[in-house]
């Protein structure tokens, strides 16, 4: 049965109590395909809730394996935690690994490529920022670093509600690079080594026990987090032509598909692509619209230490033309997807530009966006024009782009084919449902995007180093962070094409806002050990202001005046005699600066505190009423499936749902009916079902107390 953690969260808490316990992870005993039971349910504890963990004393026992007995001396070898690959979920899974006490070994092809964005260097966009926020609110690194290199920012979907608003920051390629692998190499606990990733090794209880590299290294480790991106088999191509490679440049990842299989994994293929770069300098940007960045910069991480501004690039929009389609349409067999070479799919939500030509057959133009790479480099990236035409076509197809006439191509386009395995495969904890102690983070799950594999590299990393210590792992449920929805998507739904995080996929993204991530997520950080005591005051501090501005607009009242007047010409609506600020401010188009423009706002707050105030007073009703419905769905929802049920067995549900049930196994009533192919009548079924089990066992059990239970002795009876 699931533990779970009750965490009071300041500012929800004080104006929505019924929130508290549901923002909450759940915590899960660790999870072995082999076992029928869970552990009886307990109320988890952890020593030191409010203050942060001390380093714990991590062991790894001595492995039985063959391998083992061949080494006098593998004292150097022997990890609690061991991450293979050093993209962003890797860095992720890194860090928090390292962070939490535990002795860790990440192993990459390339140190030089640590944390490298091989495709469009931008974090965030939307449902994308929600993610870098709830990592940073965890104790993260992507928003920290996004913030610290940016080259320009925006939020998106400013005249939109909160729940669907979005900052995204054009990075610097290198730069950003180049800090992360910094932080990587200087963090405690944390060693760095470059391999190639072959084998995992496994003991005789289907336990993870290390890894064998290509040159016939072993490494030791309870926990190993595999965060392969596009490696694992990669092969790239450009029109008719393909070489084995992760990425341009960079050799493929062979053997570890194989390994996984023996052990019974499915596996499959997928394929994504990253558009042509051109040299700046040769473009013409006289006649192409500007896209400027905010005056106002906003920003991922919530440590203000991280907040420098600094001077903004720009970015431009051009047109695809009547040549640019037509050329496209006269060489369609020239592509690897449409020639018919490769079948592997794409992904849904960032298509090449002659997927999009053949899907929007109607459309005329297509907007293109020029990216620059970075500060001191002239690469362009063009958004929106990946392609798998072959390089002889692509300057030619850059050309008919209006500004790029005389362009020259730096890097031609390529797609990229690769290896996953579905991650139903994995629990919510991300750990495997046949290898105890073996996590899968980013794309080798199916993923595109790198918030997507940050997100669930630092559940990886947190919870193999909870494995590795002994400890249950965590989970974080849907309705309690994008991350959390995210993942159960993954491990639920079979998916056989790159997934993307939408705002679309959270039922409760009213309430899981990029503005209260710190809100929902903090908390849950310190409890793990990973927000330390500076970042936990400033959290506690930013709730405190909150909550008493929050009072304070309560109580304060304006009668007529300057505020009063601006206020019903803005909303349309009258004011009221002796009104509260609080009644004020929750009038249509009425914010927080009008408070400030007339002297009734509060210096101490920042512009991100009267943002947090302004949406929690605006949409209160709003979040009472999505919260209400979550309090009445929660407990079905959460209700645990045995281990050990025989879908098949359950002639009451239809054949599908017994077939994808069986291959699925949820863990709860919640996560079985967001199965793709089990209907609502099947969870009724699948009730009535337990609930029969229930009083069956209910009724064996009194049976048996009756029997046991001793008669009277002779002495009683006379």
Same mark, same amino acid.
């Given at each position: 049965?699931?533990?779970?953690?009750?965490?009071?969260?300041?500012?929800?808490?004080?104006?929505?109590?019924?929130?508290?316990?549901?923002?909450a992870p759940r915590i899960f005993p660790k999870q072995r395909h082999q076992l029928l039971n869970f552990r009886p349910s307990l109320r988890f504890q952890f020593s030191h809730p409010l203050s942060r963990s001390p380093r714990r004393g991590f062991s790894v026992s001595a492995s039985t394996s063959q391998d083992c007995?061949?080494?006098?001396?593998?004292?150097?070898?022997?990890?609690?935690?061991?991450?293979?690959?050093?993209?962003?979920?890797?860095?992720?899974?890194?860090?928090?690994?390292?962070?939490?006490?535990?002795?860790?070994?990440?192993?990459?092809?390339?140190?030089?490529?640590?944390?490298?964005?091989?495709?469009?260097?931008?974090?965030?966009?939307?449902?994308?920022?929600?993610?870098?926020?709830?990592?940073?609110?965890?104790?993260?690194?992507?928003?920290?670093?996004?913030?610290?290199?940016?080259?320009?920012?925006?939020?998106?979907?400013?005249?939109?509600g909160p729940a669907v608003r979005a900052l995204r920051a054009q990075t610097d390629k290198r730069e950003y690079a180049s800090e992360m692998k910094k932080i990587v190499e200087s963090a405690p606990n944390l060693s760095i080594r470059e391999a190639m990733v072959t084998d995992i090794l496994v003991g005789k209880n289907?336990?993870?026990?290390?890894?064998?590299?290509?040159?016939?290294?072993?490494?030791?480790?309870?926990?190993?987090?595999?965060?392969?991106?596009?490696?694992?088999?990669?092969?790239?191509?450009?029109?008719?032509?393909?070489?084995?490679?992760?990425?341009?440049?960079?050799?493929?990842?062979?053997?570890?598909?194989?390994?996984?299989?023996?052990?019974?994994?499915?596996?499959?293929?997928?394929?994504?692509?990253?558009?042509?770069?051109?040299?700046?300098?040769?473009?013409?940007?006289?006649?192409?619209?500007?896209?400027?960045?905010?005056?106002?910069?906003?920003?991922?991480?919530?440590?203000?230490?991280?907040?420098?501004?600094?001077?903004?690039?720009?970015?431009?929009?051009?047109?695809?033309?009547?040549?640019?389609?037509?050329?496209?349409?006269?060489?369609?067999?020239?592509?690897?997807?449409?020639?018919?070479?490769?079948?592997?799919?794409?992904?849904?939500?960032?298509?090449?530009?002659?997927?999009?030509?053949?899907?929007?057959?109607?459309?005329?133009?297509?907007?293109?966006?020029?990216?620059?790479?970075?500060?001191?480099?002239?690469?362009?990236?063009?958004?929106?024009?990946?392609?798998?035409?072959?390089?002889?076509?692509?300057?030619?197809?850059?050309?008919?782009?209006?500004?790029?006439?005389?362009?020259?191509?730096?890097?031609?386009?390529?797609?990229?084919?690769?290896?996953?395995?579905?991650?139903?495969?994995?629990?919510?904890?991300?750990?495997?449902?046949?290898?105890?102690?073996?996590?899968?983070?980013?794309?080798?799950?199916?993923?595109?995007?790198?918030?997507?594999?940050?997100?669930?590299?630092?559940?990886?990393?947190?919870?193999?180093?909870?494995?590795?210590?002994?400890?249950?792992?965590?989970?974080?449920?849907?309705?309690?962070?994008?991350?959390?929805?995210?993942?159960?998507?993954?491990?639920?739904?079979?998916?056989?094409?790159?997934?993307?995080?939408?705002?679309?996929?959270?039922?409760?993204?009213?309430?899981?806002?990029?503005?209260?991530?710190?809100?929902?997520?903090?908390?849950?950080?310190?409890?793990?050990?990973?927000?330390?005591?500076?970042?936990?005051?400033?959290?506690?501090?930013?709730?405190?202001?909150?909550? =008493?501005?929050?009072?304070? @607009?309560?109580? *304060? &009242?304006?009668?007529?005046?300057?505020? #009063?007047?601006? !206020?019903?010409? +803005? /909303?349309?609506?009258?004011?009221?005699?002796?009104?509260?600020?609080?009644?004020?401010?929750?009038?249509?188009?009425?914010?927080?600066?009008?408070?400030?423009?007339?002297?009734?706002?509060?210096?101490?707050?920042?512009?991100?505190?009267?943002?947090?105030?302004?949406?929690?007073?605006?949409?209160?009703?709003?979040?009472?009423?999505?919260?209400?419905?979550?309090?009445?769905?929660?407990?079905?929802?959460?209700?645990?499936?045995?281990?050990?049920?025989?879908?098949?067995?359950?002639?009451?549900?239809?054949? =599908?749902?017994?077939?994808? @049930?069986?291959? *699925? &196994?949820?863990?709860?009533?919640?996560? #079985?009916?967001? !199965?793709?192919? +089990? /209907?609502?009548?099947?969870?009724?079924?699948?009730?009535?079902?337990?609930?029969?089990?229930?009083?069956?066992?209910?009724?064996?059990?009194?049976?048996?107390?009756?029997?046991?239970?001793?008669?009277?002795?002779?002495?009683?009876?006379?």
């Open positions: 049965m699931a533990t779970t953690i009750y965490l009071h969260f300041t500012r929800f808490a004080s104006q929505l109590p019924i929130l508290s316990s549901h923002f007995s061949n080494h006098s001396d593998t004292s150097d070898e022997r990890y609690d935690v061991i991450v293979v690959g050093g993209g962003h979920a890797g860095c992720e899974a890194a860090l928090a690994s390292a962070r939490l006490g535990a002795k860790t070994l990440l192993l990459t092809l390339n140190i030089d490529r640590i944390a490298w964005q091989p495709c469009n260097p931008a974090v965030g966009g939307p449902a994308k920022s929600q993610l870098v926020h709830e990592v940073d609110a965890l104790g993260g690194e992507i928003g920290k670093v996004a913030d610290r290199c940016y080259l320009q920012k925006r939020v998106l979907n400013v005249s939109r289907d336990n993870v026990e290390g890894v064998r590299t290509f040159f016939g290294m072993s490494f030791y480790a309870p926990s190993v987090v595999l965060t392969t991106g596009t490696f694992m088999s990669g092969k790239i191509w450009v029109g008719r032509n393909s070489m084995p490679a992760g990425r341009a440049g960079e050799s493929a990842s062979l053997g570890l598909t194989e390994n996984l299989q023996q052990f019974g994994f499915e596996t499959d293929r997928l394929k994504t692509g990253t558009p042509a770069r051109v040299d700046s300098r040769t473009v013409d940007f006289s006649g192409l619209e500007p896209q400027h960045g905010d005056e106002e910069v906003s920003w991922f991480s919530f440590d203000p230490a991280y907040h420098i501004t600094r001077e903004q690039m720009c970015c431009y929009l051009t047109r695809t033309t009547k040549k640019t389609h037509q050329l496209i349409k006269e060489n369609l067999h020239e592509t690897p997807t449409y020639g018919g070479w490769v079948e592997a799919k794409g992904p849904r939500y960032c298509p090449s530009i002659e997927d999009k030509i053949v899907r929007f057959e109607d459309k005329e133009s297509h907007q293109i966006f020029l990216e620059p790479e970075g500060r001191s480099v002239p690469d362009l990236y063009v958004q929106g024009f990946s392609t798998g035409l072959p390089e002889r076509l692509q300057l030619p197809l850059l050309r008919t782009l209006p500004g790029l006439e005389n362009c020259s191509m730096l890097r031609p386009a390529y797609a990229v084919e690769y290896d996953y395995l579905p991650a139903y495969q994995c629990f919510r904890s991300l750990m495997t449902k046949k290898l105890e102690g073996l996590f899968f983070s980013g794309q080798i799950n199916g993923t595109t995007g790198y918030e997507e594999a940050a997100a669930q590299g630092i559940v990886s990393g947190i919870n193999a180093a909870r494995h590795a210590d002994g400890k249950s792992l965590i989970v974080l449920e849907r309705e309690s962070s994008y991350i959390g929805t995210l993942i159960d998507d993954l491990v639920t739904k079979d998916l056989r094409e790159p997934y993307r995080m939408l705002t679309s996929r959270s039922e409760h993204r009213l309430i899981l806002r990029s503005d209260n991530a710190d809100s929902r997520l903090t908390p849950v950080g310190r409890e793990i050990g990973l927000i330390d005591d500076d970042r936990w005051k400033l959290y506690q501090d930013k709730q405190s202001r909150i909550s =008493e501005e929050k009072k304070r @607009l309560k109580i *304060v &009242r304006v009668s007529g005046g300057d505020l #009063a007047t601006e !206020v019903s010409e +803005v /909303s349309g609506q009258p004011v009221k005699d002796s009104s509260t600020l609080e009644t004020l401010l929750k009038k249509p188009h009425v914010q927080y600066k009008l408070l400030d423009k007339h002297g009734f706002g509060s210096d101490l707050l920042s512009r991100i505190d009267k943002e947090c105030v302004e949406t929690d007073i605006k949409y209160e009703g709003f979040i009472v009423r999505q919260q209400q419905q979550l309090q009445q769905m929660v407990h079905k929802q959460h209700r645990r499936l045995p281990e050990d049920l025989d879908y098949y067995a359950m002639t009451t549900l239809s054949n =599908e749902s017994r077939e994808k @049930l069986s291959k *699925v &196994r949820p863990q709860t009533i919640g996560q #079985a009916s967001r !199965v793709g192919g +089990v /209907s609502p009548a099947d969870i009724t079924a699948l009730l009535i079902i337990l609930e029969s089990n229930r009083r069956k066992d209910n009724e064996q059990k009194r049976h048996e107390m009756t029997v046991t239970q001793p008669g009277p002795t002779k002495e009683a009876v006379a």
